[in-house]
């Protein structure tokens, strides 16, 4: 199976991209009869997978990139009625030869011409091609006014670089097939291998999974600043991109999302609508600036579920919500000025382990980036004491086996300090005992067993809940 995917620009380089996988197993499985959408953030490298996916697996391929696509192409989407005049039509404005049923045609950035997802169901049913699309914002209401969604459309999310691929990419496959050799077998790695991987994810931490910065970091012989430079320019386009949401709550959106690093750095790390100059009764009114801030895929929502005992979504509170970031390397640049991270020395003091508060909010926050890139919705706990007149149990995040019948739930505590305390968790063990499955502690530390309590290393969370929740 082909796996690399070059990413463009001055200097040829490889990431390997899981989703590649996924994109043979779409072709062979559904052979033209269904058109395959990827959804993501901007710059998470989309249309690039998307292209070298066509460039491996089919005798040609065309790429309309619809930011640019010529009054030509645009045009052409008119009449649907004659594809052979259509298809005439793009293999000559691209250049490129069209076989039949050995052909792949990619809509990039399908979200700036709905236009042409509307079509999909009329491209499909002729079958003489596969169709990929590739969109951002893909679901935001003004993208998808007047047109009907296409059934013959099946939809896939693709997420930033995850830890896993980072770690092939900086040059360490034999290292991560290491820890995951240690999880099978439930031991901790050699002390001298584990400060190694720490260090890496320490490094992951910073950088993060944007392509562009990954390739700046590693160009640059380990430049955080440079990566950084990469990760302020696409902070810039998503403020873009919330600027030209709809009128009537974009200045919302954008209050939000400036304020995520305040928001995390406090200890509830809750959405607090007063900081926003607003009162909390006025929740209802940033409902849809959270959702387009979740389903833009740049932050990950977190809900607060009032009763764990049955499942999630039915004990939703919708006004008690956490907002990270959707990649933990973008936090990092959206948290701290240029001259706050040269003068303060951040990524010093984190890499040598010596930031507290703010290394706390980035470990949580990329805990729920790899919860998140494994298809799960977000979900914390608190129980509040009137006596103490606090909270007196604060579990960061909740998964289940999503049964109906045998519901069983994995609470998560991250902890950034290698000091700590599992009060937490023992008090939630007490109240919902029966419908515990495995309580896990994510630590810096080696992995070890506490009391029933599996503690674990970060790097190797996605692997531990990857067999609980199979």
């Known amino acids: 199976m082909v796996y690399n995917v070059l990413y463009k620009g001055d200097i040829a380089m490889e990431i390997k991209r899981k989703i590649y996988s996924k994109l043979l197993k779409w072709k062979q499985e559904t052979n033209g009869s269904k058109a395959l959408l990827i959804e993501g953030a901007r710059r998470i490298g989309k249309s690039t997978v998307a292209e070298e996916f066509g460039r491996n697996e089919y005798k040609s391929y065309v790429l309309i990139d619809f930011n640019k696509a010529s009054n030509t192409i645009i045009k052409a989407f008119d009449n649907l009625n004659d594809l052979d005049t259509f298809f005439q039509i793009i293999s000559l404005e691209m250049n490129v030869r069209l076989f039949k049923r050995e052909s792949l045609i990619i809509f990039d950035e399908i979200q700036r011409f709905p236009q042409a997802r509307q079509a999909i169901k009329y491209l499909v049913e002729d079958g003489r091609y596969d169709y990929l699309e590739t969109g951002s914002l893909i679901s935001i209401k003004e993208n998808v006014e007047n047109i009907t969604l296409p059934s013959e459309e099946r939809k896939i999310r693709m997420y930033p670089v995850d830890f896993e691929e ?117 929740f209802d009114r940033y409902d849809e600036p959270l959702f387009w801030l979740d389903d833009s895929m740049i932050c990950n929502l977190c809900y607060r579920c009032t009763d764990p005992n049955v499942g999630f979504a039915l004990n939703k509170d919708d006004s008690y919500v956490k907002c990270y970031m959707g990649d933990t390397g973008l936090l990092v640049s959206l948290a701290f000025s240029e001259n706050e991270l040269s003068s303060s020395r951040l990524y010093q003091q984190i890499m040598n382990d010596k930031l507290s508060l703010n290394k706390g909010m980035l470990y949580e926050n990329m805990i729920a980036q790899m919860i998140t890139s494994m298809g799960k919705k977000l979900y914390f706990y608190t129980k509040y004491n009137k006596e103490k007149h606090r909270n007196d149990i604060e579990i960061d995040f909740l998964l289940s086996n999503e049964s109906k019948t045998n519901l069983k739930v994995f609470p998560i505590e991250v902890k950034s300090s290698k000091n700590y305390s599992a009060t937490s968790l023992d008090k939630f063990k007490e109240l919902f005992g029966k419908k515990i499955a495995t309580p896990y502690i994510v630590h810096p530390k080696n992995f070890a067993r506490k009391d029933n309590i599996i503690c674990i290393p970060p790097y190797m969370i996605c692997a531990a809940l990857s067999d609980d929740l199979e």
């Open 166 to 282: 980072f770690m092939i990419y900086m040059g360490e496959e034999l290292l991560f097939e290491y820890i995951k050799n240690c999880w099978d077998k439930k031991k901790p790695l050699d002390e001298k291998m584990h400060a190694k991987v720490m260090y890496l994810f320490k490094e992951y931490l910073l950088v993060g999974g944007m392509p562009q910065a990954l390739k700046a970091y590693k160009n640059g012989n380990k430049d955080f600043y440079a990566a950084d430079v990469e990760k302020r320019d696409i902070l810039e386009l998503y403020r873009d991109d919330i600027k030209k949401a709809a009128k009537r709550y974009n200045s919302r959106v954008s209050a939000l999302f400036e304020n995520i690093p305040g928001y995390l750095s406090t200890h509830e790390k809750k959405v607090v609508l007063s900081e926003l100059g607003e009162s909390n009764r006025s």
